[in-house]
């Protein structure tokens, strides 16, 4: 980012980065239906941007609509207007979405890019939530929210609001993209859906332990999602899919290493290689 975070303004364009789960058990189910689980996010270096306009109407406007999604459904101007709600804000903005993350792919862009509105718009509307509040409203719109305003690595427990910070080491994913968009609610609402895998001790985890309990579910019903894995699995055995799907990947110490298994992909399959973050890029943003 040309800007330091000191001097993120309404001229500067604003990172929304992908994120991987490391790991994804589901432990148990709450009487009201969501799912309880254990998981480790790792953010990575790909990303979607957002800038802001101000606007004395107080107006939330979308100039970049995402088709087939209304205004009112997005999680960009929901969280905009969840924000002004919350704060009493009479300020409003216009936002421009630069869209690189796929839409059901597992990577976490949609909740990304609501949590780049609430870090933004709270530094820029000087609305003054800490942290902790801005997690409170994420959940409100969703259960990947909270993590990416939170800001780093993290074990991640409940419906995924409760964080244990984590340094990780370094790593270079390759990251496949298959030809399939995997809709989250069907993959949790599957009877086949393993809810019981036994609780980890999260003083007692390491990169490469773990399974995600979504993927046979993912892999039956979608077998792009089932030919990634098999694919990548052949160069990485501990080859996973991340979230909900699609998106699979695997972790490489070598960059070189990661970049030579990419170039062997076959013709016409999506992806790219990507390097871990120590932190969200807006982590320490006030």
């Known amino acids: 980012m040309a ?16 994120k991987l789960n490391l790991f994804l058990h589901v432990v148990g189910r709450r009487p009201d239906g969501y ?24 107006e939330i406007v979308l ?27 009479r300020q409003g903005a216009s936002i421009t979405l630069r869209k690189h993350l796929p839409m059901g792919g597992g990577l976490g862009g949609g ?35 909270p993590v990416f305003v939170h800001g780093r690595n ?8 409760r964080f244990i910070d984590l340094e990780l080491p370094a790593a270079t994913y390759l990251i496949l993209q298959p030809a399939a968009h995997v809709p989250t ?17 999260p003083t007692q ?39 909900s799907g699609a998106c699979v990947f695997a972790a490489f110490a070598d960059p070189a290493a990661a970049q030579a298994v990419f170039a062997q992909r076959p013709s016409g399959w999506c992806g790219w290689v990507a390097r871990g973050l120590a932190q969200h890029p807006l982590a320490e943003i006030g």
């Open 185 to 201: 609610a069907a993959i949790f609402g599957a009877a086949t859906l393993r809810r019981d895998t036994p609780p980890l001790d």
């Open 154 to 161: 993290c074990f991640a427990e409940g419906v995924g609001e």
């Open 111 to 145: 909740s990304s890019d609501a949590a780049t509105v609430l870090l933004a718009l709270n530094h820029l509307w000087q609305t003054g939530l800490p942290r902790s509040e801005l997690e409170r409203i994420g959940l409100a719109l969703g259960a990947d929210v």
């Open 35 to 58: 799912h309880l689980l254990q998981t480790v996010f790792r953010f990575i270096e790909c990303a979607d941007y957002l800038r802001f306009a101000p606007r004395a109407d107080g």
């Open 205 to 243: 985890w390491r990169p490469g332990i773990g399974h995600n309990d979504l993927e046979p579910v993912a892999c039956a019903a979608f077998p792009p999602v089932a030919a990634a894995l098999d694919w990548l699995r052949g160069f990485a055995p501990e080859a996973m899919m991340t979230g």
């Open 63 to 89: 100039a970049t609509p995402t088709p087939g999604v209304a205004e009112e459904a997005d999680l960009t101007v929901r969280a905009a207007r969840m924000l002004q709600a919350h704060t009493g804000c």
């Open 3 to 18: 800007n330091t975070l000191n001097t993120m303004d309404w001229t500067s364009e604003w990172p929304a980065p992908a």
